[in-house]
């Protein structure tokens, strides 16, 4: 699997690639927009990681080439920038990027949230079953655990933390989650959803704090 990855701090490049690599990905490095541009129309990644800030063109640029190119627009992408106000993080959802890592970040968590991204994108297939901060949620079973306890969930409610589990780190509209429960709820709707969140929050204990709230948007699952 080929990753395309645009960055131009050479430490953060050579963290990245040799992470990916443990992973078995083959990766290929760009410290310019420009120097993407010819690579990319010669061969399509799987994934491309952008770093936001970059000395030519800035990240949100090159992400809306890609999203405007039919040819191009289904390459997931995941920004790497140390921009995090929700406001720039909403214009990289609203590109079109797939997620959106904040520096400094972890190994584990860019590892995991590359995976996230492509088995989203059905490019990545192994067990389905997450396990995050004490909480294990086997989609196979529907049973979910929190610290080793077994914890109950209406069919609504699973759905919706299947769903944010799936999309870890980026914001869910409320929309898209009504879509989600429709088929268990016929009276889906905004509230609807809030209360759902509610239950499992409660439901979750102290791991109900991962579930945050994008304000006037919907919600997102990070630790």
């Known amino acids: ?66 999203k405007n190119r039919p040819d191009l627009s289904e390459i997931p992408i995941i920004f790497l920038t140390a921009k995090v106000s929700e406001e720039d993080k909403l214009k990289g959802f609203e590109l079109g990027a797939d997620d959106y890592i904040t520096k400094p970040f972890s190994v584990k968590e860019l590892i995991a949230r590359v995976k996230a991204v492509l088995r ?51 914001p869910v509209s409320r929309d898209r989650l009504i879509e989600e429960i429709r088929g268990h709820d016929h009276n889906a709707s905004d509230r609807a959803v809030d209360v759902h969140i509610k239950h499992l929050r409660d439901k979750l204990g102290k791991r109900g704090r991962y579930i945050k709230t994008v304000r006037g948007f919907g919600y997102r699952f990070e630790i």
């Open 120 to 170: 989203r994108a059905g490019k990545w297939k192994e067990g389905k079953v997450f396990k995050v901060g004490g909480l294990e949620v086997d989609t196979d079973r529907v049973r979910v655990c929190v610290d080793g306890n077994e914890v109950r969930l209406t069919p609504s409610e699973f759905k919706i933390l299947r769903f944010l589990l799936e999309n870890y780190g980026r």
């Open 1 to 66: 699997m080929k990753v395309f990855l645009i960055e131009d701090d050479e430490d953060i490049a050579l963290v990245v690639e040799e992470a990916l690599k443990t992973q078995g990905f083959k990766v290929e490095r760009f410290s310019r927009a420009l120097d993407f541009f010819p690579a990319v129309e010669g061969e399509t990644p799987d994934l491309v990681i952008i770093d936001v800030m970059l000395p030519d063109l800035d990240g949100f640029r090159i992400a809306n080439f890609l």
